[in-house]
């Protein structure tokens, strides 16, 4: 990759983290925006452009963090397929243990057991139709990494609003890392390729 694609990459994923976060953001707290002038309006768009650009970061953090854990992977377990059962039973267990940690042992009263098990179906479901989309446009090999990061490493940059225990923050912060992480693993492939 050169460096003018990275730079592509980088700014692309930063507009798209803040721009969703002010649409899902003025969306979600519409009811609070109601009452507000148009200068109140603009600073609450810029503070949400601003989290949402902070949000698109993390977002790329983790995923150059995932694509050398990912080469790690490889070169420790050796085997495409081994690294390949490793990932899907960590993703597995980190959807196992973010609804009991949330549930159970966390105090999570904002929540029940029920929605947090929707919430990590969701993320499950959206893992997989990214992942599917991967391996459709590339090959079945990327399937179960795209997978485990969208899934695994989404949960961990999500970290800061799971402690927060906020339903607001909750709901703010998973949409752009999902539309990030999504964008970011759908393109690498396009942005790597040699032309012909």
């Known amino acids: 990759m050169t460096s003018r694609k990275w730079v592509h990459l980088f700014l692309s994923t930063l507009v798209l983290g803040g721009v969703s976060t002010v649409l899902f953001g003025f969306l979600f707290r519409w009811k ?5 002038g148009a200068t109140e309006l603009l600073w609450n768009a810029a503070a949400l452009l601003l989290t949402g650009l902070l949000f698109s970061v993390l977002s ?7 694509l050398t854990v990912h080469r790690f992977g490889l070169g420790m377990f050796r085997s495409a397929s081994l ?8 993703v597995l267990f980190v959807l ?7 549930s159970i042992i966390g105090k999570a009263e904002t929540e029940s057991v029920g929605m947090n098990i929707v919430i990590a179906a969701f ?3 959206a893992g997989l139709a990214v ?11 990327a399937f179960i990494p795209a997978l485990f990061f969208m899934v695994v490493v989404t949960i961990a940059e999500w970290m800061p609003a799971l402690r927060t225990d906020s339903i607001e923050w909750l709901y703010l912060m998973i949409v752009p890392l999902l539309l990030c992480n999504a964008y970011q693993i759908l393109i690498l492939h396009r942005l790597v390729q040699k032309k012909s």
């Open 131 to 141: 992942a599917y989309v991967k391996s459709k446009e590339t090959n079945q090999q």
């Open 83 to 90: 690294w390949n059962m490793v990932q899907v039973l960590l």
């Open 96 to 102: 196992f243990d973010f609804v009991y940690l949330r």
């Open 123 to 125: 993320l499950l479901v």
């Open 60 to 66: 790329q953090m983790g995923f150059f963090a995932y």
């Open 32 to 36: 609070q925006f109601q009452g507000f």
